[in-house]
């Protein structure tokens, strides 16, 4: 979502968008899977937090996550930028390690 400019937050700081500071190029760091070496025994099963569910309770009061994490949803390593910093400029291109995000998956492997 964009914001618009300046956004105020609960604080009345102001969010200004700095377009001289560029992330560049995002490098993924790959993870091996479970499933690479075994079959899933959870084909079908819903990923939900056994923790806060009752035991063979209906969908209705099982305790399902806010949110799944995709495969690509990133943290970044290294995020210390300046202005100037682009991957747009002669010297060397600015980039970004990244790791993939911890959380609740849709498969469990």
């Known amino acids: 979502?964009?914001?618009?400019?300046?956004?105020?937050?609960?604080?009345?700081?102001?969010?200004?968008?700095?377009?001289?500071?560029?992330?560049?190029?995002?490098?993924?760091?790959?993870?091996?899977?479970?499933?690479?070496?075994?079959?899933?025994?959870?084909?079908?099963?819903?990923?939900?937090?056994s923790a806060l569910s009752e035991a063979g309770c209906e969908d209705d009061r099982r305790a399902k996550y806010n949110k799944l994490i995709g495969d690509h949803e990133c943290i970044l390593a290294n995020i210390r930028r300046k202005p100037g910093d682009s991957s747009d400029s002669t010297s060397e291109s600015t980039s970004t390690a990244a790791y993939i995000r911890a959380g609740p998956r849709e498969k469990l492997h």
Do not use: C
Not at 16 to 24: F, W
């Open 1 to 49: 979502a964009q914001l618009e400019k300046p956004h105020f937050i609960a604080t009345l700081s102001q969010l200004y968008l700095r377009s001289d500071i560029d992330v560049g190029d995002v490098y993924l760091w790959e993870v091996e899977r479970l499933s690479k070496y075994f079959p899933s025994e959870g084909s079908g099963i819903e990923n939900v937090m």
